[in-house]
């Protein structure tokens, strides 16, 4: 039964050929099947492939998204295993923006405008901005030692 | 959802005796309540490889490259996961023998545990070479399958190779990096994730299984239709069960 011929055709159209022949007297069992429900692209061996890449999938909030989260690093818990959660701050900030950027032209304006309107809401923007700074370490500054090394006084500490 | 069952199990049963044909039906088996594409969302069937390992064989099924990485477009699923399903369908209820074939580590319990469900035939070890085109050496009673099913592609291409050369119809799920070229009814999803794995497995033994079921009624009504006239139908069925 096994066929060498498996690059010429698909496998009903081979099967066909058989049975027209007379080299196997009885159907196959799933042949009336795939003969009533084919492939939608039938079976090819050397099947080209589509040119060119997949499009890039960038959608007009993906850049609000962005600088929210440069500018305010608010970090939320979400349930990925649930599929309909509430929406995020982020994703209320977009549904503000998305309002402004039709009255507004410039997105800069926009964005103060639904930030005002989030803070109208309760959100508190300023507080993890002041958390990070008085957290922030001061960067030491170079000893005096250190700033003349050199092979000549590697001795003198 | 009750009633569409009913309506379909009285047309079934009484196909064999009138004559209807369940292949002139689009979905006999009524394939397409067993899952919806927010189901297929859900398990993550969407989801494919970073794009730098793509196959560009696969550019028709996938529906963008979302930062790095690509989607596979689920209506294209959709449209060949429906047809697989009723194809394996149509294979059970004619009694044909229908093997899973995945030789992925990670599930190999899982394809084991589905074939078993559904009364059916698997390959989870290593592929041995030959084993559909030289059945007759290798195998004591040479009975070759009439379906195959792969759920890890890559695992198997050898395998997807000598099925085309035996003449099987094959199905296979191919995620972004695979081939389909060999494959008779491919459905393009995610083959690495043990969600969407669970899925394609439920999906295959439920199908296989109603299939079964109906088969199992037709058998019975036609028996019984046959020996209403001697026997009282309740000795007819205890004869059935034992």
Redesign the interface.
Known sequence: ????N?KVG??YT??LG?LKSGAIKQK???F???E??P??LP?????A??P??????QYWEDEVREKFYKEFKFIEPVNLYE?DNKPTICDRFIMHYEQFSQEETDGDVAFAKSKEALEQEGVTFSRIKEKEEKEAVPVKENTASEDNASIENIFQL | MISVHILIYFFSSISIVIGINPLAHKDFFDVRQLYSIKSLFDAGVHLGHKTGVWNPLMKQYIYGDRHGNHIIDLNETDRHLFLALNVTSHIAYRKGVILFVCCRPQFQHLVQKTARECQEFFVIQRWRGGILTNAHKLLPVPRLPDLIIFLSVPYNMDAIRESAQANIPSIGIVDTDCNPNLITYPIAGNDDSLSSLELYCRLFSTAILNAKVQRQNDDNYTIDKSNDGETPRDNSRAEMAS
């Open positions: 039964m096994a066929s060498r498996f698909t496998v081979r099967v058989l196959p069992l799933w009336d099947i795939v009533t429900f492939p939608i079976t090819m061996h050397n099947r492939p589509v060119g890449r997949a499009r890039k999938l599929t």
